[in-house]
């Protein structure tokens, strides 16, 4: 079965940072490559960074030089840092597997966490 747990979001000022967390538990964490994607009220879900099994990292041109994505496989956890927030970066954030381009692989998914950049 498919489980993703996701935390480490809160209230953050704008410039702050914050770390956040994903348990993913699936079999073939080792093999896949991992993402965190973001979903606003009203929005698609979308792919905000991506790690492959190798370690090769991806990102939306809007978090690239702010966000870094990682990943421990003998935890099978993936974790997205988060740096010099700004209030745009308010959503909620998801983990999933990454299916191919910016796809989910996974129709489940964990039940998010919230981040919140005050201006």
């Known amino acids: 079965q498919v489980l993703f747990v996701e935390s480490g979001g809160g209230l953050v000022e704008a410039g702050g940072s914050l770390r956040l967390s994903c348990g993913a538990s699936?079999?073939?964490?080792?093999?896949?490559?991992m993402g965190w994607y973001r979903q606003a009220p009203g929005k698609q879900r979308d792919l905000v960074a991506s790690?492959?099994?190798?370690?090769?990292?991806n990102y939306a041109d809007s978090v690239k030089g702010r966000f870094t994505i990682s990943r421990d496989d003998a935890k099978k956890m993936v974790y997205l840092q988060m740096s010099s927030l700004k209030a745009e970066n308010t959503t909620v954030y998801y983990c999933?597997?990454?299916?191919?381009?910016?796809?989910?692989?996974?129709?489940?998914w964990g039940q998010g966490t919230q981040v919140t950049v005050s201006s």
């Open positions: 999933n597997a990454v299916r191919t381009g910016s796809v989910h692989m996974f129709d489940t």
């Open positions: 699936i079999g073939i964490f080792d093999y896949v490559t």
């Open positions: 790690i492959t099994n190798s370690g090769s990292t």
